[in-house]
């Protein structure tokens, strides 16, 4: 089992709908999580940071913790074109910062 | 504030050639990390600094060393490239335990 799971997509959703974007994570000890998103040919830019267990809102971005089921995910509302990208879980596992582990991500189109 | 800042862009490097990716912040931040990126294997972790002066092996250390003279540069150097090691490179630095990552805009190498 990876230690950070993720649908690697495409996921494909139309402009203003809601898009789902889902990680799992194997290390019941895990403490913080995160999401960042990757324009193609870009780097990793961190959009959304959370650490205890519901949702967490930013702008049109929401992060959902559930550490007993060892998930979490990001709900991006009325999605535009410009949300097009990579989106990268990642999930520090145990504590200390050298032991962030990324997913391989998903790919989310949306579509005009 | 720039932020971090990655040298070369991009390079074209003969196999058995000594190469050195330089990583530059600017944001005071006591640990700073090396991450190569290959399609369908995600981010993975090669070296890390928790703080000046000190280093650590990651998942994928074989083949590239690194040093930490002072909290702005951690310079990644491949003594001696092979093929595998075509990658794009990302450095990256964070400022505490919690893990949130901010990253460079990458080094593109190919090892001809």
């Known amino acids: 089992q990876k230690e950070v799971e993720q649908n690697s997509g495409p996921l494909s959703v139309p402009e203003g709908a809601i898009a789902s974007l889902n990680c799992t994570y194997s290390?019941?000890?895990?403490?913080?999580f995160f999401w960042y998103r990757q324009y193609s040919g870009k780097s990793p830019e961190l959009i959304m940071s959370?650490?205890?267990?519901g949702d967490k809102e930013d702008g049109r971005f929401t992060a959902q913790l559930n550490k007993a089921s060892q998930y979490v995910s990001l709900l991006i509302r009325d999605s535009q074109p410009s949300d097009s990208a990579t989106y990268l879980c990642?999930?520090?596992?145990?504590?200390?910062?050298?032991?962030?582990?990324f997913g391989t991500g998903t790919k989310l189109q949306v579509i005009p | 504030i720039a932020g971090i800042t990655q040298a070369p862009t991009s390079q074209i490097l003969a196999a058995g050639r000594r190469m050195t990716l330089r990583c530059t912040q600017d944001?005071?931040?006591?640990?700073m990390y090396w991450y190569r990126q290959d399609l369908g294997l995600g981010l993975r972790l090669i070296h890390y600094?928790?703080?000046?002066?000190?280093?650590g092996k990651g998942e994928v250390p074989d083949g590239y060393s690194v040093s930490r003279a002072n909290t702005d540069d951690f310079p990644l150097t491949l003594a001696s490239a092979v093929p595998s090691q075509t990658s794009v490179y990302f450095c990256?630095?964070?400022?505490?335990?919690?893990?949130?990552?901010?990253f460079g805009p990458g080094t593109r190498l190919t090892v001809t």
């Open positions: 990256a630095s964070s400022d505490g335990g919690l893990g949130e990552q901010y």
């Open positions: 944001m005071r931040h006591n640990a």
């Open positions: 290390d019941r000890g895990s403490q913080s």
């Open positions: 600094s928790n703080t000046a002066g000190t280093t």
């Open positions: 959370i650490y205890s267990n």
């Open positions: 990642a999930v520090n596992m145990r504590g200390g910062y050298q032991k962030v582990t």
